[in-house]
């Protein structure tokens, strides 16, 4: 049973460019997180994703946007990439029965030169 | 709103001690606690929930955590750390406000340390 996924593991950009990151679930999950963690700080939501709609977001600019695709994984978009979105970017998946127990995965570390 | 507070940044033990890893919380309802823990360069692995059931929590590789209403408090123990306990630990808290809408709000999180 595959756990919960994500792709890349690592990636450099530049000021101002655009990036995307994708994950999938955990089987049998269909909804999902995702939460910034910046060097030496606890993760903070971003925003969840539930029947392909954002339900909930945190205190992020609209520079983040997301989706979810009818399979139940997930892309997170940051356009306009500010040095302090320097990060790893976790996602994290759950479902209604599970209630707030969410599986996370290994990350995406971001690096904004 | 909810948060966590977790008391101290660094805990350092030695292997075969007792570990003690402090955490409070606020929160306008009913919450439902984790901890979870982080190994170098890895996920976010949960070790242990309280929603409400018993107070306490036995969670995996012998942790367990006390839910304290009277005190907000909800602190991780271990009666005998071992070398592999050596990772960063998170206390969290979850609104249990409306079902379908839980978000994660975590700490700054403890380092622990153990000495050979």
């Known amino acids: 049973d595959a756990g919960v996924t994500q792709s890349p593991t690592h990636l450099i950009k530049t000021r101002g460019q655009q990036v995307t990151l994708r994950c999938s679930p955990k089987s049998g999950h269909d909804t999902v997180s995702w939460y910034q963690q910046a060097l030496g700080q606890g993760p903070q939501f971003i925003f969840q994703?539930?029947?392909?709609?954002?339900?909930q977001r945190g205190n992020f600019p609209d520079r983040f946007s997301g989706h979810q695709f009818p399979n139940y994984s997930s892309e997170l978009n940051v356009n306009a990439l500010l040095l302090g979105d320097s990060a790893l970017y976790l996602c994290?998946?759950?479902?209604?029965?599970?209630?707030?127990?969410?599986?996370f995965g290994p990350g995406t570390r971001l690096l904004v030169l | 709103a909810q948060s966590v507070t977790q008391l101290d940044s660094h805990v350092s033990v030695s292997e075969g001690t007792p570990v003690l890893l402090r955490c409070n919380y606020s929160?306008?309802?009913?919450?439902?606690l984790f901890w979870y823990v982080q190994h170098p360069n890895k996920g976010l692995q949960l070790l242990l929930k309280y929603t409400s059931a018993a107070t306490l929590v036995k969670g995996i590789n012998g942790f367990e955590a006390e839910f304290k209403k009277s005190e907000t408090s909800f602190h991780l123990t271990k009666p005998s750390a071992h070398m592999s306990d050596a990772a960063e630990y998170f206390c969290v808290v979850s609104d249990r406000r409306s079902f379908g809408n839980e978000k994660l709000t975590f700490g700054t999180g403890t380092r622990l340390t153990i000495i050979p």
């Open positions: 994703y539930y029947e392909e709609e954002e339900r």
């Open positions: 994290a998946s759950s479902t209604p029965a599970g209630g707030e127990t969410q599986y």
């Open positions: 929160s306008s309802y009913s919450p439902s």
